[in-house]
Antibody, heavy 119, light 108 residues
Framework: QVQVVQSGAEVKKPGASVKVSCEAS????????IHWVREAPGQGLEWIGR????????DYAERFQGRVTMTRDTSISTAYMELSSLRSDDTAIYYC????????????WGQGTLVTVSS | EIVLTQSPGTLSLSPGERATLSCRAS???????LTWYQQKPGQAPRLLIY???SRATGIPDRFSGSGSGTDFTLTISSLEPEDFAVYYC?????????FGGGTKAEIK
């Protein structure tokens, strides 16, 4: 069965970077986009960007351009999202999710990774 | 960028009642890429409906999606206790993905 498992919670200081991992299993990792979405406290969902594991090609939301880098290691079916120059308003739960093939939906989600930015 | 506005913000209903959730787009959605998710506290979102009206695998048939253009609806025909949650709509415009602000379905 498809599973998506993320790395654990992180606490970072303003200005630092954070790298979150997302390990997929139960399907052909290289065949589906991995998306990253965040949920700030009391806020809704916000799309950060996506990576296609086969090519490594990425698309980022405009507001994160220059601060986010998405990579992957196909040998271990793992995707990564690194966010730099962290600010307090980057405090959020970060989710990775698999893109459902042939549609624009996200069908399998990781459990979420809480990133706290605090001095 | 298309902005998605969900209404109402909160829906107070009793189990067994019908729920109608709205998602309105600022411009017409020509590609049909309108998705609905359910999110419960402390959990990741769960895919319910994709391409405006297709139910995802394992989703009960009390959930249905409809609409086109700028107006889309998620209907829950008869609310079960486990359906009280937050619901989000989402759209892909070819360059990025946007979410609506969410509708919270709460027990009356």
């Amino acid at each position: 069965q498809v599973q998506v498992v993320q790395s654990g919670a992180e606490v970072k200081k303003p200005g630092a970077s954070v790298k979150v991992s997302c390990e997929a299993s139960g399907y052909t990792f290289s065949g589906y986009f991995i998306h990253w979405v965040r949920e700030a406290p009391g806020q809704g969902l916000e799309w950060i960007g996506r990576i296609h594991p086969n090519s490594g090609g990425t698309d980022y939301a405009e507001r994160f351009q220059g601060r986010v880098t998405m990579t992957r290691d196909t040998s271990i079916s793992t995707a990564y999202m690194e966010l730099s120059s962290l600010r307090s308003d980057d405090t959020a739960i970060y989710y990775c999710a698999r893109g459902k093939g042939g549609t624009a939906a996200f069908d399998y989600w990781g459990q979420g990774t809480l990133v706290t930015v605090s001095s | 960028e298309i902005v998605l506005t969900q209404s109402p913000g909160t829906l107070s209903l009793s189990p067994g009642e019908r729920a109608t959730l709205s998602c309105r787009a600022s411009h017409s959605i020509a590609n049909g890429y309108l998705t609905w998710y359910q999110q419960k506290p402390g959990q990741a979102p769960r895919l319910l409906i994709y391409d405006a009206s297709s139910r995802a695998t394992g989703i009960p048939d009390r959930f249905s999606g409809s609409g086109s253009g700028t107006d889309f609806t998620l209907t829950i025909s008869s609310l079960e206790p486990e359906d009280f949650a937050v619901y989000y709509c989402q759209h892909y415009d070819g360059s990025g993905f946007t979410f609506g602000g969410g509708t919270k379905a709460e027990i009356k």
